[in-house]
T-cell receptor, first 117, second 113 residues
């Protein structure tokens, strides 16, 4: 298994450009999520999905869209990039929603480093 | 909203024990986690503890939970240079329709030879 993969690894955008960060997992996990990591801020949840066709907002959803047409893929779209979206983005997945308890290990991808000029 | 707090830095000598502390505000917390992030990598789950436990030990790692004070700690025995990383405390929060993790800001552990 490749686990959780993210592309691209690095990206530079100009303000106003749009782009999609890709995330895929091959573990047949139902639960997938996107976080952003900023210096001194820890990880903050952007959006999450508990299964194909179901998404919900996290703590910081503004400026981002998601969709979940398949179990494997959970892309994150920046509609009009802003410098405030410069960050490291992590995708994560687990077999089921975390409400099932601590035994649900959440697997993280390697991250996408985004710079918005 | 719920909050998780950690000190930002910890420096220890190789072979010493490291203790990383975390406090949380969620009074209905059920599971608490410790994740490790090495430079340039994603997060790796180290261990977790259920709220009805006081202690959990896993090889060199010991997790202590004081539910009354909402205080969690991670002790790493015989700390090695390979333990240098950022350690995140996280709380499983049920504020939304599903449980999600609330992360602390992370504690950067530096291990000096």
């Amino acid at each position: 298994n490749a686990g959780v993969t993210q592309t691209p690894k690095f990206q530079v955008l100009k303000t106003g450009q749009s782009m999609t960060l890709q995330c895929a997992q091959d573990m047949n996990h139902e639960y997938m999520s996107w976080y952003r990591q900023d210096p001194g801020m820890g990880l903050r949840l952007i959006h999450y999905s508990v299964g194909a066709g179901i998404t919900d907002q996290g703590e910081v959803p503004n400026g981002y869209n998601v969709s979940r047409s398949t179990t494997e893929d959970f892309p994150l779209r920046l509609l009009s990039a802003a410098p405030s979206q410069t960050s490291v983005y992590f995708c994560a997945s687990s077999y089921s929603a975390l409400t099932s308890g601590g035994q649900e290990t959440q697997y993280f991808g390697p991250g996408t480093r985004l710079l918005v000029l | 909203g719920e909050d998780v707090e950690q000190s930002l830095f910890l420096s220890v000598r190789e072979g010493d024990s490291s203790v990383i502390n975390c406090t949380y505000t969620d009074s209905s917390s059920t599971y608490l986690y410790w994740y490790k992030q090495e430079p340039g990598a994603g997060l790796q789950l180290l261990t977790y503890i259920f709220s009805n436990m006081d202690m959990k030990q896993d090889q060199r790692l010991t997790v202590l939970l004081n539910k009354k004070d909402k205080h969690l700690s991670l002790r790493i025995a015989d700390t090695q240079t390979g333990d240098s990383a950022i350690y995140f405390c996280a709380d499983l929060n049920y504020g939304g329709s599903q449980g999600n993790l609330i992360f602390g800001k992370g504690t950067k552990l530096s291990v000096k030879p």
